[in-house]
């Protein structure tokens, strides 16, 4: 699934069309998580994108009269192509710019991903209205984490998965960073301590700024805006790494599963 480098690496790659004005959008097959609205096209036609940005793993496509919001889902890709070229398999939306002979289309072949028209304030949008801090924020500090933290006794792991609390750690990204902090995944929330916590974040901003500079991870089958894989998962200490020799220490790396998700860790490098 893509996570915050992955989307945050796809937003960058779309950065070119900020100032275009969009001709057309074509909807393809509409049967997404949920179904794209089928007035997309009448709102959004004809008019200038003002801005591309990123809210915890949604992409914003602000235009001059509403807002376009995608998320990528587990599978899904926002890839440039020429109006010519053949529309591929699981290809399900298409912009199409004034003036350019680029379009972009969305392809997402598991179909869990979503487009939605927002015409009222963002800040009310019911997927967006609800979320905690973002990541690479100034404000999200030791203290803040450790303050949330107080009398949570759910592991630490999904603990900072919670987007509620803070956006974008997904899976791949908490691992690698609780290795780095030397925190055991399981650990209950509330006994982490300040200390820790002020590593911990450290960590979380590190990991996440250097997946995002090399395009994030691509584990199946993410490919960014011109179709290249990202490389951050050669760079992968712990996850996806059951039965290998730690890096550090040469201890086996270990997975066990913490609200159904698989977690790796080094059980001597994290205690």
Not at 89 to 97: G, L, N, S
Not at 120 to 148: H, M, V, W
Not at 157 to 171: L, Q, Y
Request: aromatic share 8%.
């Amino acid at each position: 699934m893509p996570e915050l480098p992955e989307v945050e690496t796809t937003v960058r790659g779309i950065k070119s069309i900020e100032s275009s004005v969009i001709e057309r959008i074509d909807v393809f097959n509409p049967n997404l998580r949920w179904p794209i609205s089928n007035d997309l096209s009448f709102f959004l036609d004809n008019k200038k994108i003002l801005s591309v940005y990123r809210r915890a793993k949604y992409i914003i496509i602000k235009c001059s009269n509403a807002h376009l919001v995608i998320h990528l889902g587990m599978t899904g890709k926002l890839v440039f192509a020429k109006p010519k070229d053949t529309l591929k398999k699981h290809d399900h939306m298409q912009i199409k710019f004034a003036n350019s002979d680029q379009v972009i289309r969305y392809n997402d072949p598991r179909r869990f991903g979503s487009a939605h028209l927002v015409k009222n304030k963002l800040e009310d949008f019911r997927l967006l209205s609800n979320l905690g801090i973002e990541p690479l924020a100034e404000e999200f500090d030791g203290n803040f984490l450790f303050t949330k933290a107080r009398n949570r006794n759910v592991p630490i792991k999904a603990f900072i998965m919670n987007h509620h609390i803070v956006v974008g750690v997904g899976n791949i990204y908490a691992s690698e960073a609780l290795f780095l902090s030397g925190v055991r995944p399981s650990i209950p929330a509330r006994r982490v301590t300040r200390k820790k916590m002020e590593v911990l974040v450290k960590n979380i901003k590190y990991v996440l700024s250097i997946a995002i500079e090399k395009g994030g991870s691509t584990i199946s089958d993410f490919m960014n805006t011109k179709g290249e894989q990202g490389y951050f998962q050669i760079d992968h200490q712990v996850y996806n790494r059951e039965g290998q020799p730690c890096n550090q220490c040469g201890a086996k790396i270990k997975k066990i599963i913490i609200g159904q998700r698989s977690s790796f860790f080094c059980s001597s490098c994290q205690c």
